[in-house]
């Protein structure tokens, strides 16, 4: 798997950004996507993923996807780039 260019973790809630590149019109272009997952250790001891989310982790999920929106729409590399929250 590809390794994100950036992620942004608050609890168990984690977004990470990918630049994926797609042919349109014949022209290449670049895409960033932005993928959700919230971590948590099952209980044989191995972690997993997955998207649903508790009552709590709700306000934990939107910081994440806010600083994943914000990184984007500021310009990553731009002076207004945001700290990562790991």
Not at 20 to 43: D, H, T
Not at 54 to 62: C, L
Request: charge should be positive; hydrophobic fraction near 35%.
């Amino acid at each position: 798997m590809a390794k994100p260019e950036k992620r942004f973790k608050c609890g168990s809630c984690e977004t990470s950004i990918f630049e994926n590149e797609i042919n349109a019109g014949g022209k290449s272009v670049k895409l960033k996507k932005v993928s959700f997952q919230k971590r948590y250790m099952k209980a044989d001891g191995q972690w997993a993923s997955t998207s649903s989310l508790d009552q709590n982790d709700i306000p934990k999920a939107i910081l994440a996807l806010s600083k994943a929106y914000e990184y984007l729409v500021m310009g990553a590399g731009d002076s207004g780039e945001v700290s990562d929250s790991d």
